[in-house]
C-alpha cells in the first residue's frame, strides 16, 4: 500500500502521509464491517434451526468480534500505512492488547452462555433437587476456576506483549531462586483454596443448597465461589467460610445423599400414663400433617428415670425445613393431648405432692 502511495505521488497527485493514512485506515475498516455483517449473516442462518446454545452464542458475540476484527484490521492498515516506524509499532501494540483482551471477553461469554443454557435443565426448587444440586455444584466451581484462567491467561498475554516484562518472566522461570519461593509462599492461599475448589467439585462433600451443620451454626449453602463458600444461616445471617475449611475440617451435611431426614421428638412424662394412648395420638398427629412423607413413624420408651419415663418420637420428612416444622407440630399436639387427657402424666415431684397429702390429712383431723 505504501508503494501504491508512492506511484501515485510519482504521477504528480501529491498526498500528505496523514490524508493517505486517514484513507487506509477508513477503506479497511470499511472492509472488514463488510465481511463481519456478510459472516454474521451466514452465520445467523446457518444456526437458525440448531440448539438455542447457538443461536445466543452467534448473537451474543456478534459485538465483539466486530471489535475484534476491527482490531486486528486496524493493525494491519498500521502496518501498510504510511506511518513512521515508532507511530506504526504502537498502534500495532495496542491493538494487539484490544485483541487479546477481546477475545478473553469473547471466551468468558461464551463460557457464561453454554453454562447458562445447561443449568436450566436443573431445577433446585423441585421436591427432589439432589441431582440437580450435584450438577449445579459442579458447573459453578467450573466456572470459577475457568473465569480465574481466563483472567490469568489474558493478563499473561498482555504482559508479554511489553519486551521488558517477558524478558524479565524468562529470567524468572530460568533463575528459580528466591524470588520463586517468595511467589510460591505468597501464592499459598490462593493456590490452596484453588485445589480445593477443584476437590470439592469431584468429591462434592458440599452442594449448592446443601443443609449443613457447621460451625455451630445450622444453615444452606447459598454460594460457591473459587475461594469461599457463603452459608446462608436459618436467621438470615451469612456464614462465609474459605473452600479449604471443608476439606480440613469436619462439619455436618444433612443433605449429601437424600433431602429426606428423620426428627426426633423427646417427651418426658410420669410413669402412671399409657404409652399405648401417646403412642396412638403421635400416630394420629402423623397422618393428619402434610409435613410427614409417610416414610419413617416410631414411637418408643427410650429410657427410664427416678422419676419420669423418657419417650422417643421418630418422623421423618422431605427435607430439613419440613423436619423441624413437623417436630413443632408434634410437640404443640401432643403436650395440648396430654394436657387435656392426662393433665397427671406431666413431671411432678411425688415427694411434695406426698407432703401436702399429709398436711391437708391433720388439717381436716384437727
Same mark, same amino acid.
Given at each position: 500500500m505504501s508503494d501504491l502511495v508512492n506511484d501515485i505521488r510519482a504521477q504528480g497527485i501529491w498526498l500528505p502521509d496523514w490524508v493517505a493514512s486517514i484513507g487506509i485506515f477508513a477503506v479497511v475498516v470499511a472492509l472488514s464491517l463488510f465481511f463481519h455483517r456478510v459472516a454474521f449473516r451466514l452465520l445467523t442462518r446457518l444456526v437458525a434451526s440448531r440448539d438455542i446454545i447457538w443461536r445466543s452464542l452467534v448473537s451474543r458475540l456478534e459485538g465483539m468480534a466486530r471489535l475484534a476484527i476491527l482490531a486486528a484490521a486496524l493493525g494491519f492498515a498500521a502496518t501498510i500505512s504510511p506511518l513512521t516506524e515508532y507511530q506504526a509499532s504502537t498502534l500495532r501494540h495496542v491493538l494487539l492488547i484490544a485483541f487479546i483482551i477481546l477475545v478473553a471477553w469473547m471466551a468468558k461469554t461464551a463460557k457464561h452462555i453454554w453454562m447458562t443454557?445447561?443449568?436450566?435443565?436443573?431445577?433446585?426448587?423441585?421436591?427432589?433437587?439432589?441431582?440437580?444440586? =450435584?450438577?449445579?455444584?459442579?458447573?459453578?466451581?467450573?466456572?470459577?476456576?475457568?473465569?480465574m484462567?481466563?483472567?490469568? +491467561?489474558?493478563?499473561?498475554?498482555?504482559?508479554?506483549?511489553?519486551?521488558?516484562?517477558?524478558?524479565?518472566?524468562?529470567? !524468572?522461570?530460568?533463575?528459580?531462586? +528466591?524470588?520463586?519461593? +517468595?511467589?510460591?509462599?505468597?501464592?499459598?492461599?490462593? !493456590? =490452596?483454596?484453588?485445589?480445593?475448589?477443584?476437590?470439592?467439585? #469431584?468429591?462434592?462433600?458440599?452442594?449448592?443448597?446443601?443443609?449443613?451443620? +457447621?460451625?455451630? &451454626?445450622?444453615?444452606?449453602? &447459598? &454460594?460457591?465461589?473459587?475461594?469461599?463458600?457463603?452459608?446462608? *444461616?436459618?436467621?438470615?445471617?451469612?456464614l462465609v467460610l474459605p473452600l479449604s475449611y471443608f476439606i480440613e475440617n469436619p462439619f455436618q451435611n444433612w443433605t449429601r445423599?437424600?433431602?429426606?431426614?428423620?426428627?426426633?421428638?423427646?417427651?418426658?412424662?410420669?410413669?402412671?400414663?399409657?404409652?399405648?394412648?401417646?403412642?396412638?395420638?403421635?400416630?394420629? #398427629?402423623?397422618?393428619?400433617?402434610?409435613?410427614?412423607?409417610?416414610?419413617?413413624?416410631?414411637?418408643?420408651?427410650t429410657d427410664f428415670r427416678e422419676s419420669v419415663m423418657e419417650i422417643r418420637i421418630l418422623a421423618s420428612a422431605s427435607n430439613s425445613g419440613r423436619t423441624f416444622d413437623l417436630r413443632c407440630e408434634i410437640r404443640e399436639k401432643l403436650i395440648d393431648? *396430654?394436657?387435656?387427657?392426662?393433665?397427671?402424666?406431666?413431671?411432678? !415431684?411425688?415427694?411434695?405432692?406426698?407432703?401436702?397429702?399429709?398436711?391437708?390429712?391433720?388439717?381436716?383431723?384437727?
Open positions: 443454557v445447561y443449568l436450566r435443565r436443573f431445577k433446585l426448587d423441585a421436591e427432589d433437587n439432589l441431582f440437580a444440586r =450435584k450438577h449445579v455444584t459442579q458447573s459453578r466451581i467450573i466456572e470459577r476456576i475457568a473465569d484462567i481466563i483472567v490469568v +491467561v489474558t493478563i499473561s498475554a498482555c504482559m508479554m506483549t511489553f519486551d521488558a516484562v517477558k524478558q524479565y518472566g524468562v529470567s !524468572l522461570l530460568a533463575s528459580a531462586g +528466591v524470588a520463586g519461593i +517468595v511467589v510460591g509462599l505468597a501464592l499459598q492461599p490462593v !493456590l =490452596k483454596n484453588l485445589f480445593a475448589g477443584i476437590q470439592l467439585a #469431584i468429591t462434592q462433600p458440599i452442594r449448592i443448597d446443601d443443609a449443613l451443620l +457447621v460451625e455451630g &451454626e445450622w444453615g444452606n449453602v &447459598e &454460594e460457591i465461589t473459587s475461594t469461599y463458600v457463603v452459608v446462608k *444461616i436459618w436467621d438470615w445471617r451469612r445423599e437424600s433431602a429426606s431426614l428423620i426428627g426426633t421428638v423427646m417427651i418426658y412424662l410420669d410413669y402412671s400414663v399409657p404409652v399405648s394412648a401417646i403412642r396412638a395420638k403421635a400416630e394420629e #398427629i402423623l397422618a393428619g400433617s402434610k409435613l410427614w412423607d409417610r416414610r419413617v413413624a416410631n414411637v418408643a420408651v393431648f *396430654i394436657q387435656r387427657e392426662y393433665p397427671q402424666a406431666l413431671p411432678q !415431684l411425688r415427694a411434695m405432692l406426698e407432703g401436702r397429702e399429709e398436711r391437708g390429712r391433720k388439717a381436716a383431723a384437727e
